[in-house]
């Protein structure tokens, strides 16, 4: 079944206290990018990859890493991680932007303490 | 399920009426167009897109019109049915094509 899986679904952490985000795809897709969703605020995109090696910096990028070794990981990083980066974050995965849609994973709810 | 939105504009629509849910976006430059729909606990799923050559586009139940002069997208639902009660998300692919912009979101309630 072609997917894209975030792991975990729901964390609880506190501040400072280094976490990943994982997220794979198995559909061989190019294009890989990272949103965070809130109240009000929608959707914003922290980063995003056009292929392997190749990543970019999103509408909101600060406190976040990302890195793109391989084609079907793209795993978000949060160094030392703060209470207003307590939100909803969601990968999503694309053939390549302009021919098409973005395919999202569940979602991955972050609360920091 | 997860919250996705406290303070987003409503649509409530009895079942089995039709819905419009509209959508104004920013970018002049930009030649594609999607809407999605998001459940309560899930990510966005695709519903239809549409590109800007194009002015009206057809899908199961759905319908998408794109008024380039006014900058203004609409999705319309056929039938609706308590199934479709979700968050509609449009997106627009901006001037490079290498993001998607998503609005704000209207949530759509279906009342029986």
């Known amino acids: 079944e072609a997917q894209v899986t975030q792991n975990p679904r729901y964390l609880i952490t506190v501040t400072g206290k280094k976490l990943t985000v994982t997220c794979s795809q198995n559909m061989n897709h190019e294009y890989m990018s990272w949103y965070r969703q809130d109240p009000g605020l929608g959707l914003r995109q922290i980063y995003y990859?056009?292929?392997?090696?190749?990543?970019d910096k999103g509408d909101v990028p600060e406190g976040y890493k990302v890195s793109r070794k391989e084609k079907r990981n793209f795993p978000l990083i949060l160094e030392s991680p703060s209470p207003n980066q307590t939100s909803l974050y969601f990968c999503?995965?694309?053939?390549?932007?302009?021919?098409?849609?973005?395919?999202f994973g569940e979602g991955s709810r972050l609360t920091v303490l | 399920g997860e919250s996705v939105g406290l303070h987003l504009p409503t649509l409530s629509v009895q079942e089995g009426d039709n819905s419009i849910i509209n959508c104004a976006y920013s970018?002049?430059?930009?030649?594609?167009f999607i809407w999605y729909k998001q459940e309560s606990g899930k990510g966005p799923q695709f519903i239809i897109d549409?590109?800007?050559?194009?002015d009206k586009r057809q899908g199961q139940r759905v319908t998408v019109l794109l008024n380039k002069t006014v900058k203004h997208l609409s999705l319309q639902i056929a039938a609706t049915h308590p199934g479709d009660s979700a968050v509609y998300f449009c997106a627009e692919n901006g001037a490079a094509g290498n993001k998607l912009t998503f609005g704000g979101g209207t949530r759509v309630l279906v009342k029986p």
């Open positions: 990859s056009m292929n392997v090696e190749v990543t």
């Open positions: 999503a995965s694309s053939p390549g932007l302009l021919t098409g849609e973005l395919f």
């Open positions: 549409i590109r800007s050559n194009m």
């Open positions: 970018n002049s430059a930009s030649d594609y």
